[in-house]
């Protein structure tokens, strides 16, 4: 890109972009879990409401019915989370193997 003269934000865009979203886009999919787990466990641990502390109260009183519906509705949650982020990833860099790889899995 120096030899063909381009630009600073012409490399960025060009070269420096595409080549980082593969890896920004695997730590979106990790971080998405694990913010849904850091932020029930902050409810959890010192919180008033969220599904965390609501997690918490139905433990307490023995609500066994409620604290599954807790943990399947955050369940769902994540999962719908990260499947957006794979979706976006199929949009963003469908020339990438990860992505390659994953539709040959599907089709084949």
């Not at 466990?41 to 409620?66: I, Q, R």
């Not at 719908?80 to 390659?100: N, Q, R």
């Amino acid at each position: 890109m120096t030899v063909l003269n381009a630009r600073r934000w012409q490399r960025f865009v060009t070269l420096e972009l595409p080549s980082a979203l593969p890896a920004v886009l695997a730590g979106m999919e990790v971080g998405v879990v694990l913010a849904i787990i850091g932020a029930v466990v902050g409810e959890y641990l010192g919180g008033s409401t969220g599904l965390g502390h609501l997690a918490v109260a139905a433990l307490n009183d023995y609500k066994v019915g409620a604290l599954f519906a807790i943990i399947l509705l955050l369940t769902l949650i994540g999962f719908a989370l990260y499947v957006l982020v794979g979706t976006l990833k199929h949009f963003v860099i469908p020339w990438h193997e990860s992505v390659i790889t994953a539709r040959q899995t599907v089709a084949g």
